[in-house]
């Protein structure tokens, strides 16, 4: 795939993960793991008959077992923690701490051979942690365990970033893989589920229809066309279109009345994308080569 047609593909993830959060929050009080295991059994099934439906069995069998295990962690260990998160912290905040990730796959993209990490870059994250530490400061106390969420969050956004960036390096594993993976996660969820938490079902339809969506489209087809876009696309520039989710998640929380409006919080929204963005223009001011169409 063209690299200009796999970076429009990435974007359409970024698209469906602004609506993560709030389909999250829709699923209490499902615990992590049971959620995590739901989600990902769905856009592993979706998976399957998309790679069935094309012929695409066989490349499977070509994957090596240290892709799949990579992938599993990466999906594993990332949902585990954004699940963790926004059942500790406000919703809202804790997604936010989350969002530093496409922040993270500029800052450590510059870290990668033939990239180099600028001042704009160092400025960019100051700056985005500094949005980090509003929410943070103001959470202190008011709700329980809201230190321990916007910490998870935190490395949630790590794990997701290197998860992102080490994709860049696995580009000759097909994207049909994903769907081994998502079915992987899920199981690997279903038994720390058995073993660590107690089974709550969601208490309404609206519930199970907010998890029937995360895995179809949060935790379903945005996997497969992150995928192709990180493998074949433009990674810095997906990175750059990624600090509008955190904007997107907030605002879609609050228009359904998940979290409340409040200048903090929308002081910290600005702050943290003011800082991913400062990071990706010193990102795109490096002279590049012309790309394949």
Known sequence: M???KATWVGFSAVALWSLLALFTVATAPVPPFLLTALTFAIGGAVGLVWIVANGSLAKLRAVPLSAYAFGTAGLFGYHFLYFTALRLAPAAEAGLICYLWPLFIVLFSGLLPGETLRPGHIAGA???FAG???IVAGGIGAVSGAMAGYAVAFVAALTWA???LGSRRLAGVPTEAVAVTCLATALLSTLAHWGLETTIWPESAWGWLAILALGLGPVGLAFYTWDVGVKGGDIQLLGTASYAA???STLALVLAGMAPA???LAL???V?????????RAGSSRVTQPQGE
């Open 2 to 4: 063209a690299r200009r």
């Open 126 to 128: 100051l700056l985005a």
């Open 132 to 134: 980090a530490a509003l």
């Open 162 to 164: 290197g998860y992102s």
């Open 246 to 248: 955190p904007l997107l």
């Open 262 to 264: 409040s200048l903090s």
């Open 268 to 270: 910290a929204a600005l």
């Open 272 to 280: 943290i994308t003011g800082g991913a963005a400062l990071a990706a």
